[in-house]
């Protein structure tokens, strides 16, 4: 099942950077999207995984594996964040953990 959100929340979203299956506890890190992007550029992804929560839509999304994150990153995300037309409200695909 895919997910999605409106392209105005990659501005609102934060993410969260845990232990693979580890919720609960001290996270890693916590930012906003360039923050993050920069956090996992820096840092070894490997076991590790994100989580977003949008405080202003107030939903959560489903953990996925830093990797996956940072694909959707520069292949989605990055994307709208250069294009920064969030006058129009547009949904655009979220990863999903097939495995959750």
């Known amino acids: 099942m895919e997910n999605y ?3 105005k929340e990659l501005k609102s979203l934060q993410f969260t950077v845990w232990n693979e299956g580890v919720r609960e506890g001290q996270a890693h ?3 906003n999207l360039k923050e993050t992007l920069a ?3 820096e840092n070894s992804n490997k076991g590790m995984e994100v989580s977003a929560f949008d405080p202003e839509y107030m939903h959560s999304l489903q953990p996925v594996p830093a990797m996956q994150w ?3 990153y520069y292949r989605t995300a990055l994307t ?3 294009e920064n037309d969030f006058e129009t409200a547009e ?3 979220y990863p999903s953990n097939s495995s959750s």
């Open 5 to 7: 959100i409106l392209n």
């Open 39 to 41: 956090y996992l550029q």
């Open 91 to 93: 949904l655009i695909p």
């Open 70 to 72: 940072l694909i959707w």
């Open 80 to 82: 709208f964040l250069e």
């Open 29 to 31: 890190f916590e930012g």
